[in-house]
């Protein structure tokens, strides 16, 4: 075995280690002091109702506006990539979730990667997850993500593997790519049940690499999950223009400047080599979506959902109406969040079954 482990110093004191739409309408609220009040939201309706989730929560509305007015008009400037990156980190943190006495966190290196692993305490993980963060290849971090990786561990009951592989300008492309490859295959004959996934850059990683083990005749994952994935680095389905208004977090800059540094001049590289959705599809494990109606990703989504079947592979494509993208990772403090990864996780049984 090539991996170590040791105890994360955010870890819980007592560490151990691997189609629906919602119709959002509600009240105003003030998007000020925004995470401590999705917290208390939270959990006042889960004291009262803890299966019930009520269309278009208040956490959802305040969350949007919070991310509308503060998030999307920050990452619209030219900020320095070293400052970005902290304001991510700080951003997202607004809904880190405290430290769970029933996850065990620790982190380490798998075949030379950093990694954190996030596993159930009381019980023994049903499957393993390799989870690849998003941030548009040069932006996001295993701490910036727990929102949602924590989520999936607990209430999916799963090991989940978080990459920090290597971030563009930096290291620009292969590198992410070979450091998920580096993981999935040290891993891949050790563990009877390895999913892998990710949320936007994270889940074009990982389709990316689902293809290269595909052509180099590897054992593939079980299945792969893509939250609010970006496909097609041409950006070249319509949402781009149609959600432009509606997305309230991303912006073109966003997604130009990404690409910019992931795929630099002197690589010599067209964006439409490096994008999974104009390549083959066949011979894929299942592919599992799930986006926002209202984000400029969307239709990187439904096309992908339509490539797959249309060569005869599985796919299920949960569409969410009006939830800001990338929504999981407020799943702490959001309802939408939890419910869309109890829905993810069912399919993932169903499957895991089949």
């Not at 991310?67 to 008009?73: G, I, T």
């Not at 798998?110 to 990694?115: F, R, Y």
């Not at 040290?186 to 689902?210: M, P, S």
Request: hydrophobic share 40%; glycine share 8%.
């Amino acid at each position: 075995m090539r991996w170590s482990f040791r105890r994360s110093p955010t870890a819980s004191p007592n560490p151990g280690i691997l189609g629906s739409r919602s119709v959002i309408k509600g009240p105003p609220a003030s998007p000020t002091g925004c995470a401590p009040l999705l917290k208390r939201l939270s959990k006042c309706q889960r004291d009262r109702a803890p299966f019930r989730v009520i269309p278009m929560s208040l956490q959802n509305y305040i969350l949007k506006k919070f991310l509308r007015h503060k998030y999307k008009p920050r990452f619209n400037a030219e900020l320095d990539l070293d400052q970005a990156r902290q304001e991510l980190d700080s951003i997202i943190n607004d809904f880190m979730p405290p430290p769970c006495d029933s996850l065990e966190i620790n982190s380490g290196t798998i075949a030379g990667v950093p990694c954190e692993v996030i596993r159930p305490r009381d019980k023994a993980p049903w499957a393993s997850f390799i989870y690849l963060h998003g941030g548009m290849f040069c932006l996001g971090s295993s701490l910036s993500h727990r929102g949602v990786t924590t989520e999936l561990a607990k209430e999916l009951g799963l090991e989940v593997i978080v990459l920090d592989y290597r971030l563009a300008p930096e290291h620009p492309y292969p590198a992410a790519l070979d450091d998920a490859d580096a993981v999935y295959r040290t891993l891949r004959d050790n563990i009877e049940r390895l999913y892998i996934g990710g949320d936007q850059a994270g889940a074009c990683l990982a389709l990316l690499l689902l293809q290269r083990l595909r052509d180099e005749g590897v054992a593939m994952p079980e299945l792969m999950v893509g939250l609010s994935g970006i496909y097609d680095l041409t950006l070249a389905s319509p949402s781009h223009q149609s959600n432009l208004e509606h997305d309230c977090c991303n912006t073109p800059d966003v997604f130009h400047r990404g690409i910019a540094q992931f795929l630099p001049d002197d690589l010599d590289i067209s964006p439409a080599r490096v994008s999974p959705l104009l390549q083959p599809l066949d011979g894929l494990p299942p592919v599992l979506l799930q986006a926002s109606g209202s984000e400029m990703l969307r239709d990187d989504s439904r096309r992908l959902a339509e490539a797959i079947k249309s060569v005869g592979g599985k796919v299920w494509h949960d569409e969410w109406a009006d939830v800001p993208s990338c929504w999981h990772l407020a799943a702490v403090g959001l309802p939408e969040g939890r419910t869309a990864l109890k829905r993810l996780g069912r399919q993932i049984k169903r499957l895991d079954r089949d």
